[in-house]
Structure formats: C-alpha cells, structure tokens
C-alpha cells in the first residue's frame, strides 16, 4: 500500500501559476508510474498527466500540452505538477494516483483544490 499527500493548491488569477506536489509513504522508484487527474464541480474526473518513475517519460492531456509540466524526485518520493498560464477551466479538485501497470491506477490521494479567477 502508499499514501499519497497532495499540497499547492490554492486561488490565482488567470495566467499565473501553482506547482502542486505529491509525497508517497514508499519508494517511488519502485512504482511504475504516477499521475495527475482533475475533478471539476459537475464534471467526470479528467486524466492531467503522467510519468513513469523509472525513466522519466511523460504522457499529457492535450488541454493542458505546453502549459502543465509533470516531474519526480525519487529521492524525495515526491512528485510535482508545474502548472503555468492557467485558466478558470484548469479550476478543479487535482488529485496523484500511483499506476501499477499501464492505464491502471490503484491509490489515491484525497486531493487539493485548485481555483482560477478570471
């Protein structure tokens, strides 16, 4: 099992930014993957992004291509979403998940708040 413990949200004007991170109780370089998603009020959740902790590689939603950047610190069982150029869409509840194999995703976190003002 792994804890995750989401923290950065918070309320910012349209084009600013936020960098959300997200600690893990265990290694992360023992995890396949992990990723962000999003909730909006009324909405199904969205996949953001993701990346896979032994390689570094990295899948984005098109919505958020060129603005959001994902990364990991397996040192810190850490990972962070870099989110610049934001919009009152990017508004949401933003949630890690970990991935044990592809498209699968098996914990979650509980998830910080992310509101954007226009």
């Known amino acids: 099992q792994v804890q995750l413990v989401e923290s950065g949200g918070g309320l910012v004007h349209a084009g600013g930014s936020l960098r959300l991170s997200c600690s893990a109780s265990?290694?992360?370089?023992?995890?396949?993957?992990m990723g962000w998603f999003r909730q909006a009020p009324g909405k199904e959740r969205e996949f953001v992004a993701s990346?896979?902790?032994?390689?570094?590689?990295?899948n984005y939603a098109d919505s958020v291509k060129g603005r959001f950047t994902i990364s990991r610190d397996n040192a810190l069982n850490t990972v962070y979403l870099q989110m610049n150029s934001l919009k009152p869409e990017d508004t949401a509840v933003y949630f890690c998940?970990?991935?044990?194999?592809?498209?699968?995703?098996?914990?979650w976190g509980q998830g910080t708040q992310v509101t954007v003002s226009s």
């Open positions: 998940a970990t991935s044990d194999r592809p498209g699968n995703y098996d914990y």
């Open positions: 265990r290694r992360t370089s023992s995890i396949y993957a």
């Open positions: 990346i896979r902790m032994y390689s570094g590689i990295t």
